[in-house]
């Protein structure tokens, strides 16, 4: 699955300001529902995105946006898991997995 990457800065006065950063594929996974409040309920769990660059060739970091396909949107928390080679065959995996919050 193709999703868009936005990377968050701020302006002078300490308003996020969104700036496209191109596509990179995805694998949505673990993404769970609980309820926080009676009426509220935050999403969260975890997305697989391939190693490397952007299509524009931003480096992901934490902060970043991600917008699915399905118009879900999930802000990246945190370093990447599991972010080294197999201890057993040395392979450098194509995919690295981040805890992601839902985000507007």
Not at 20 to 48: F, H, K, N, W
């Given at each position: ?92 995996f194509a995919y ?9």
């Amino acid at each position: 699955m193709i999703a868009q990457v936005h990377s968050v800065e701020r302006d002078q006065f300490g308003d996020p300001i969104e700036t496209p950063q191109g596509t990179i594929d995805v694998i949505p996974g673990g993404l769970s529902v609980a309820p926080l409040l009676d009426a509220v309920t935050v999403t969260s769990g975890q997305i697989g995105i391939r190693r490397g660059t952007t299509s524009t060739g931003h480096e992901l970091e934490e902060g970043d946006k991600i917008t699915l396909p399905t118009g879900y949107r999930y802000a990246l928390q945190g370093p990447p898991l599991w972010d080294y080679p197999s201890n057993l065959t040395g392979t450098e995996f194509a995919y690295r997995w981040w805890r992601v919050a839902q985000s507007n």
